[in-house]
């Protein structure tokens, strides 16, 4: 995986872009890809690449032209099918002089135009600049894997995959996007094209959007997921038939992203089925050494080394792993920000920061992960939440039906079953949504919502003005007729795949260490296969991800298979209010650093602080924070910490200087054509 960065002037006679700004804009995200460095410039662009070397070693640096020079890339990412792609066109006359995935882009664009991004099966991020037509083309995958962010003022535009790139030009302003917070306290996350930041956007996934000289825009959408019509058919499969043809597409996907890397390829290992499968499968595709990774965890409640272990054996795996406390999750959480460069609700990113640090040391530059299992293939608790409450919605006046809900959350200590009086006035809420646009995630955004009461009175007043943009005011045309699952698997995928998990769990955390993290469950052709199922192919009764579970049958340890669904998670406000907790946390959280901040009501943060602390001191062990105070703790202080890091801090314009080993400098030949203007 790399880094890609670059400023772009759009008008007749913009200036030239500095070499010093450019390199420091690819210095702040070295790495992303610390392996080489390169830099295209001429009298109007400037594109810099970090990059980490996984295909075609010896080969394939960047920024890479087409033949005549006059169209040049900057790529992150892995098309994974760009062995077919390359026979295709080499069918059409195209010749290569590398081995890379990074040459057939330029090919397949210069044969087929932006059509080419729907034949790529990959992730990615990448900009084109047709030097000869001053057209600037950016692009990203599917389900945004890789991050784009784009800033436009003045005729010029500037990208990179990291918002501290842009933030590396000292005349871009920085300030928080109020809109994106209030998407965070709801949504979880800004969902794209908001950023966090005031005036930067951030790429769509799967859209295209396309500069033209003079500063003209065109955005496309070329993909996004779609599911079947309710009561339809479109799987006629039966069940045998359908799990066979699932075991094909994982199997091939696995094993193109094992096959197609010129380094060694590991595996992460969770303990639930969807890494298990991911790591068997690739276990098939690779002789020799298989290594895996494995987070353990301090408390119990959240450990899953038995069946981690369980599958290592099965594997025959190199196996690691790395034994995560509170403290750790606290002593870490000022990196995990820098590199989320966005407010995060959960601590979960920072036990994968660490695993991640375990992976680069142990020599490893990419990993197979699970990811996306639990989108596809319905395995979180949201589906079967909606399938209860739209079950329920048919005879609200039910004193059986709410009982369903027992049965979803074995796995937390403040387990609904312990006051169910008050959980099921919780699911009784919304009922009458039943059908509608949101159903399935109206109790996680209205719970989540409530923490927006910490916001400053200036902020609440201003966001009744400029309401933060509704996730339910964009849909696609179609998205009334599909069934119930496939609404609340697209606004999972929407909101917290796309903008969170993949992001600030995935990418972020991978790369913070320079790891690129590859997963089979978001291969586009398992993506299109899943998508089109029928419902009760991936939810049977309450049985989450059926399909899935009968093809690791013979596969995986049964005991990982019929285990209670357990999703990843990590201890949150717990690890900041301990004794030994680090003095950052009571310094951000401060009456003085809370004002400055301009986001919270100080003392309703310190009321919170206190309350937390003090209950952290006489609570047992085994017990834990409500949900509400887990989010609003980490909300706020990982708001805080990206204010002072990117809004108030100085670092961004200091980045670490960078040796370029690509350069190709174009500005004389500007000067001297418009020297002949």
């Not at 709410?402 to 959350?409: A, G, M, V």
């Amino acid at each position: 995986m790399c880094g890609i960065a670059g400023i772009v002037n759009l008008t007749e006679r913009g200036e030239t872009p500095s070499a010093g700004l450019l390199a420091r804009m690819i210095g702040m995200i070295r790495h992303r890809g610390p392996d080489e460095y390169g830099m295209y410039r001429d009298g109007h662009a400037g594109l810099v690449h970090a990059r980490l070397s996984i295909i075609d070693l010896a080969s394939g640096q960047q920024p890479l032209a087409n033949e005549d020079g006059s169209l040049w890339i900057i790529f992150n990412g892995e098309i994974f099918n760009y062995v077919e792609l390359r026979e295709e066109l080499e069918t059409l006359g195209h010749r290569f002089r590398t081995r890379s995935d990074t040459e057939v882009i330029v090919h397949a664009f210069e044969a087929w135009g932006e059509e080419c991004f729907a034949r790529f099966n990959g992730q990615w991020a990448l900009a084109l600049w047709d030097s000869r037509r001053r057209r600037l083309v950016l692009a990203r995958d599917r389900v945004g894997v890789r991050p784009l962010y784009i800033r436009e003022s003045g005729g010029t535009v500037w990208f990179a995959s990291e918002v501290k790139a842009i933030f590396a030009d000292p005349s871009v302003p920085r300030a928080v996007n109020i809109q994106a917070l209030a998407q965070t306290f709801t949504y979880w996350a800004s969902v794209a094209p908001l950023s966090f930041f005031e005036g930067i956007e951030e790429l769509k996934p799967g859209s295209i959007r396309v500069y033209e000289a003079g500063g003209a825009r065109r955005d496309t959408v070329y993909w996004y997921p779609k599911y079947p019509a309710r009561d339809s058919d479109p799987s006629p499969m039966d069940v045998r038939e359908a799990t066979e043809a699932l075991r094909t597409k994982l199997d091939e996907a696995t094993r193109l992203r094992m096959v197609r890397a010129d380094v060694p390829v590991g595996s992460y290992l969770s303990g639930g089925i969807d890494s298990s499968v991911t790591a068997w499968l690739g276990r098939q595709a690779k002789t020799g050494d298989f290594r895996t990774f494995s987070i353990r965890f301090d408390d119990a409640e959240f450990d899953e080394t038995r069946f981690q272990r369980a599958m290592a054996a099965t594997l025959d795996s190199r196996h690691e792993e790395y034994v995560v406390t509170r403290a750790d999750i606290a002593r870490v959480f000022p990196d995990v920000i820098w590199h989320t460069e966005r407010p995060i609700l959960r601590t979960a990113p920072a036990p994968m920061f660490l695993l991640s640090r375990l992976v680069r040391n142990a020599g490893i530059k990419a990993v197979l992960t699970g990811e996306g299992a639990d989108e596809v293939l319905g395995g979180y608790d949201i589906f079967r939440e909606a399938k209860i409450r739209e079950f329920w919605s048919r005879q609200p006046a039910s004193q059986c039906r709410p009982h369903l809900f027992d049965r979803l959350y074995p796995y937390l200590a403040r387990s609904p079953k312990r006051a169910h009086g008050l959980a099921v006035e919780f699911w009784r809420q919304g009922l009458a949504l039943a059908g509608k646009p949101g159903f399935s995630h109206d109790p996680r955004w209205r719970t989540t919502a409530m923490l927006k009461r910490f916001f400053r009175p200036e902020i609440t007043s201003s966001l009744a003005l400029r309401p933060m943009p509704d996730v339910l005011a964009s849909l696609p045309l179609e998205f009334g007729s599909w069934d119930g699952l496939g609404q609340a698997q697209f606004l999972e995928v929407a909101t917290l795949l796309s903008s969170y998990l993949i992001s600030s769990q995935g990418d972020r955390m991978l790369m913070a260490h320079s790891v690129e993290g590859r997963f089979p469950f978001l291969d586009a052709g398992v993506m299109e296969f899943c998508n089109n199922l029928q419902p009760r192919y991936k939810i049977a009764g309450l049985n989450e991800k059926f399909l899935l579970k009968r093809m690791a049958r013979g596969m995986i340890p049964a005991e990982i298979i019929d285990r209670q669904k357990q999703p990843y998670r990590a201890p949150d406000a717990i690890s900041f209010v301990h004794p030994a907790a680090p003095s950052y946390v009571q310094d951000l959280l401060s009456e003085e650093s809370v004002r400055n901040a301009g986001l919270f009501e100080p003392s309703a943060v310190c009321t919170l602080l206190s309350k937390l602390t003090e209950r952290a001191q006489a609570m047992d062990q085994n017990e834990n924070f409500s949900n509400t105070d887990n989010m609003a703790l980490v909300g706020i202080l990982s708001a805080q910490l990206v204010v002072r890091q990117f809004v108030h801090g100085s670092a961004l314009h200091d980045g670490p200087p960078v040796r370029f080993t690509t350069m190709i400098d174009r500005t004389a030949e500007h000067t001297h054509r418009e020297g002949q203007v």
